[in-house]
């Protein structure tokens, strides 16, 4: 059984810094690729960053945190993390990863309609 489970999640100010993580299980975790969405309250989900199988430089962000927001992989250890910093009061949402196949060798935005597993979230509540 597949599990990600997200934690780093809390309360922060605005200009702050928060480094989110997601350990998965029960899955060939180098074989997925990796992304992080948002959901704020009243909102769709919505993609915020993906990493390839291949980790580094091999990633995509949506506009709205490109240079704030990194994210990165540990394959030996089965992790993926969301480091972001310069965070603002829109950036208030529960953060949730995914693993999708599809997302596995290509640097581009995914829709959440494709991803193959999720955890069940961490609210980041920023304060301005």
């Known amino acids: 059984q597949v599990h990600l489970v997200e934690s780093g999640g809390g309360l922060v100010q605005a200009g702050g810094s928060l480094r989110l993580s997601c350990a998965a299980s029960?899955?060939?975790?180098?074989?997925?690729?990796m992304c992080w969405f948002r959901q704020a309250p009243g909102k769709e989900r919505e993609f915020v960053a993906s990493i390839t199988v291949w980790g580094g430089s091999s990633t995509y962000y949506a506009d709205s945190v490109k240079g704030r927001f990194t994210i990165s992989r540990d394959n030996a250890k089965n992790t993926v993390s969301l480091q972001m910093n310069n965070v603002k009061p829109e950036d208030t949402a529960v953060y949730y990863c995914?693993?999708?196949?599809?997302?596995?060798?290509?640097?581009?935005?995914?829709?959440?309609?494709?991803?193959?597993?999720w955890g069940k979230g961490t609210l980041v509540t920023v304060s301005s």
């Open positions: 995914a693993a999708a196949t599809r997302a596995a060798y290509g640097r581009s935005r995914y829709e959440a309609s494709g991803m193959d597993y």
């Open positions: 029960g899955l060939t975790f180098s074989r997925y690729g």
